[in-house]
C-alpha cells in the first residue's frame, strides 16, 4: 500500500509564497510522473504542474513563472514552491503520482491567499 502526504499549505496575504511538499511511503517500487493539482470550490480539480522521473516539468498556464515544481527521487518527495501567489490560486491542493503503475492521491492541503 502506498501513501502520499502533502503538507505545507496554510494561509497567506497576496504576493506571498508558500513551499508544499509531498512524502510518498509504503510498498513503493517505482514512481513515474509526479504532479500537484488543485482544486477550488465548486470547481473541477485541475493539474497546475508536473514533473517526469526525469526532471522535466511542465506547468498550467496560470502558474507560469510563479510557481516551481521539483522532486528528490532518493527521498521519493515532490515539493512545489509557490511565489507571488494570488487570491485565484485559493483551493484545496492535491499531490498525485504515478505509482507501482497506479494513479495515486493524496488527501490534499488547503492554500487559501486573502489579505
Known amino acids: 500500500q502506498v501513501q502520499l502526504v502533502e503538507s505545507g499549505g496554510g494561509l497567506v496575504q497576496p504576493g506571498g509564497s508558500l513551499r508544499l511538499s509531498c512524502a510518498v511511503s509504503?510498498?513503493?517500487?517505482?514512481?513515474?510522473?509526479m504532479a500537484w493539482y488543485r482544486q477550488a470550490p465548486g470547481k473541477q480539480r485541475k493539474l497546475v504542474a508536473a514533473?517526469?522521473?526525469?526532471?522535466?516539468?511542465s506547468y498550467a498556464d496560470s502558474v507560469k513563472g510563479r510557481f516551481t515544481i521539483s522532486r528528490d527521487n532518493a527521498k521519493n518527495t515532490v515539493h512545489q514552491q509557490m511565489n507571488s501567489l494570488k487570491p485565484e490560486d485559493t483551493a484545496v491542493y492535491y499531490c498525485?503520482?504515478?505509482?507501482?503503475?497506479?494513479?495515486?492521491w493524496g488527501q490534499g492541503t488547503q492554500v487559501t491567499v486573502t489579505s
Open positions: 514533473i517526469t522521473k526525469g526532471g522535466t516539468t
Open positions: 498525485n503520482g504515478n505509482i507501482n503503475q497506479g494513479n495515486q
Open positions: 509504503g510498498s513503493v517500487v517505482s514512481i513515474y510522473t
